[in-house]
């Protein structure tokens, strides 16, 4: 099946650093991907749509200028955690939306998840 | 705006026991619907999911799930689990019509054997 990689796996800074984490899709072209955040022992909240070419579409509460997004080519996403702290130490998981086409024609979408990235801010 | 709520908080189950994990949404339209695993350490693979047809549908590993329209529920069962069976399991929802995102399930996550 698809890959999706993160990299890096996890990350340890200090507060009021920035920490870029990026996103590809290893054997396919995406012109869509998704960054989400898990909590402890909570489900994966999605945080914003990336889209080739374009500016990213956040959910509302998460802060476009905290979270930097860039989708510069159909492979890679980039999530920019700016300045850092505490409180935004969690797991992050982006997923890239494929498109599978049908047997009998037609197509059906899915997302590949990657692997997330364990941010601890300290 | 749209939720998946999962009603279970943590299962513990004999192997060989059957299991069956609850996920209702809020959504009156179209929607496409999954359930995702995520072993420890491991990131989230898919089980199966819905888009349209049959409303019983098989996924890998021998769970399958019912699509209940009249109940907005996808819930999630296996006849007789494992102990491989351990894991995190989360129920999502994609509205389509060219959202493409999905929301995953609100509630607590789901674990398996002891």
């Known amino acids: 099946g698809a890959v999706v990689s993160q990299h890096p796996s996890r990350v340890i800074c200090k507060s009021g650093t920035s920490v870029k984490i990026e996103c590809r899709s290893l054997?396919?072209?995406?012109?869509?991907m998704f960054w989400y955040r898990q909590f402890p022992k909570q489900s994966l909240m999605l945080m914003a749509t990336s889209n080739e070419g374009s500016k990213a579409t956040y959910e509302q509460g998460v802060e476009k200028d905290k979270f930097l997004i860039n989708h510069a080519s159909l492979t890679l996403s980039t999530l920019t955690v700016t300045s850092a702290h505490p409180e935004d130490s969690s797991f992050y998981i982006c997923s890239a939306r494929a498109i599978l086409g049908l047997a009998g024609g037609g197509y059906q979408e899915t997302q590949y998840f990657g692997p997330g990235t364990r941010l601890l801010v300290l | 705006a749209q939720s998946v709520s999962q009603h279970n908080h943590h299962v513990i189950l004999s192997e060989a026991a059957s299991l069956e994990l609850g996920c209702n949404y809020s959504y009156g339209g179209t929607v496409n619907l999954f359930w995702y695993v995520q072993y420890p350490g491991q990131h989230l693979q898919l089980l199966l999911k819905?888009?349209?047809?049959?409303?019983l549908v098989k996924g890998i590993k021998g769970f399958e799930a019912e699509f209940i329209k009249s109940k907005f529920s996808f819930n999630l069962r296996k006849p007789s689990v494992q102990w491989s069976d351990t894991a995190e399991y989360f129920c999502a929802v994609n509205a389509g019509g060219g959202t493409y995102k999905y929301i995953f399930g609100t509630g607590p996550r789901l674990k398996g054997l002891a």
């Open positions: 819905y888009f349209s047809g049959d409303p």
């Open positions: 054997d396919f072209q995406a012109t869509t």
